[in-house]
């Protein structure tokens, strides 16, 4: 069971969008900077998103991220049947003293 | 441009102690924080600690009584232990690079490729 709750999975066509949630509470997303990762299948997770909303260099703008309150999420715009990953959301948790990241999205491109 | 590679045993017996280690190539581990991250077959992915290059260091409180982190500046290595395994500590073990761009310690912006350890007799 993840400190932060995110939805199994989702889907949608080539060139359609996406939104992934991350839910948590006060002690975690409400209070601190959540940040996303992009894992493909077979490979380590890679940075897309961090501070709430920032992306790194060379990760494209049709990777954004916002948060509210104690919820944060992950858009995908255009998506393309190479954004087929699970995608991890994360923050410190104040109450566990401990980095926690979500249980994961797996994002299916039909 | 920055890489980082784990080596250890890929097979542990339960009751002994798991040992990895990180070389970092491109960077210095001489900055900034560094991270252990594992990741259960088939599961999400649980932070196991950090160390600073001074050797502080930080551990998640449910592992902290089995974990040790520490750092070989000279080698540029830093490495994991932990003790009395079972089968639960079965994962991808990865190392991890702290971000600096982040205004948040507890961003991870480079990783390795991973090392599966399996604990089995």
């Known amino acids: 069971q993840s400190v932060l709750t995110q939805p199994p999975s989702v889907s949608a066509a080539p060139g359609q969008k996406v939104t992934i949630s991350c839910s948590g509470s006060?002690?975690?997303?409400?209070?601190?900077?959540v940040s996303w990762y992009q894992q493909l299948p077979g490979t380590a997770p890679k940075l897309l998103i961090y501070?709430?909303?920032n992306r790194p260099s060379g990760i494209p703008d049709r990777f954004s991220g916002s948060k509210s309150g104690t919820s944060a999420t992950l858009g995908i715009t255009g998506l393309q049947t190479g954004d087929e990953a699970d995608y991890y959301c994360g923050t410190w948790d104040s109450s566990l003293s401990a980095v926690v990241f979500g249980g994961g999205t797996k994002v299916t491109v039909l | 441009q920055v890489q980082l590679q784990e080596s250890g045993p890929g097979l542990v017996k339960p009751s002994e102690t798991l040992s990895l280690t990180c070389t970092v190539s491109?960077?210095?581990?001489?900055?900034?924080?560094w991270s252990w991250i594992r990741q259960p077959p088939g599961k999400g992915l649980q932070w196991i600690g950090y160390i600073y290059y001074s050797g502080r260091t930080s551990y998640n409180p449910s592992l902290k009584s089995r974990v040790s982190i520490s750092v070989d500046t000279s080698k540029n290595q830093f490495s994991l232990r932990v003790s009395s395994v079972t089968a639960a500590d079965t994962a991808v073990y990865y190392c991890?690079?702290?971000?600096?761009?982040?205004?948040?310690?507890?961003?991870?912006?480079?990783w390795g490729q991973g090392t599966l350890v399996t604990v089995s007799s």
């Open positions: 006060s002690s975690n997303i409400g209070n601190n900077y």
């Open positions: 491109g960077d210095s581990i001489s900055t900034y924080y």
């Open positions: 991890a690079r702290h971000s600096r761009d982040s205004s948040a310690w507890y961003v991870f912006d480079y």
């Open positions: 501070d709430n909303n």
